[in-house]
């Protein structure tokens, strides 16, 4: 399934003042890279965002969050966020700004 593209054009939209901002084809859907660290994508019509890791288990806990399991492994550090947390802009903002500060505090690759 293709990755939902409105969703994609929300979050360029949140992201698009960031630099140095690239986006990247990823797991089938669009990845947003900040300093190239993944900050956060869009899979199918869901968000993925990076996390801290030692706030990772407070980030399961939000309405919506599940943790992201990819080929049937966990990726500890990444959430997927559903669409009843991403349907306005303003909840949409709080998760993507959510990712790029947490890619922003990691070095530069």
Not at 82 to 109: H, I, Q
Request: charged content about 20%.
């Amino acid at each position: 399934m293709p990755y939902d593209q409105e969703l994609a054009d929300r979050v360029l939209g949140i992201l698009g003042a960031e630099a140095p901002l690239t986006q990247r084809r990823m797991f089938g859907g669009m990845a947003y890279m900040l300093q190239g660290n993944m900050a956060c994508g869009v899979l199918e019509d869901e968000l993925i965002v990076r996390v801290p890791k030692e706030k990772y288990a407070d980030a399961l806990g939000q309405p919506h969050v599940r943790e992201m399991d990819y080929s049937g492994r966990s990726m500890r550090g990444w959430v997927v966020v559903g669409s009843g947390a991403t349907g306005d802009d303003a909840s949409l903002a709080v998760w993507v700004r959510y990712g790029a500060a947490t890619a922003l505090a990691l070095p530069p690759k």
